[in-house]
């Protein structure tokens, strides 16, 4: 699955989550995986596992009540600050 933002939407995406990680929507998580160069990996029903190539980390998230628990935010915010909101 390919997700398409303009460059503003996707910053704002990104900027969003790394500001309040205690509340991330499951679906804007998925967004912000890809757009840091994670691929979809797998998952059933409300979970998603994503890999980035030379990523030795996954992201795995579980869909609770529309948002991810917080560790799973703080994982996600790591590869924020890592990869900087660019997919190489």
């Given at each position: 699955?390919?997700?398409?933002?303009?460059?503003?939407?996707?910053?704002?995406?990104?900027?969003?989550?790394?500001?309040?990680?205690?509340?991330v929507?499951?679906?804007?998580?998925?967004?912000?995986?890809?757009?840091?160069?994670?691929?979809?990996q797998?998952?059933?029903g409300?979970?998603?596992?994503?890999?980035?190539p030379g990523?030795?980390?996954?992201l795995?998230?579980?869909?609770?009540?529309?948002?991810?628990?917080?560790?799973?935010?703080?994982?996600?915010?790591?590869?924020?600050?890592?990869?900087?909101?660019?997919a190489?």
């Amino acid at each position: 699955m390919r997700y398409h933002f303009r460059m503003n939407t996707a910053t704002k995406l990104l900027e969003a989550i790394h500001r309040n990680p205690k509340q991330v929507r499951f679906g804007d998580a998925c967004k912000a995986a890809a757009l840091l160069g994670f691929v979809k990996q797998g998952g059933r029903g409300s979970h998603r596992a994503f890999a980035r190539p030379g990523e030795p980390a996954l992201l795995n998230f579980q869909n609770r009540d529309g948002f991810i628990p917080p560790y799973q935010a703080r994982q996600l915010v790591e590869m924020i600050r890592k990869y900087g909101g660019t997919a190489e």
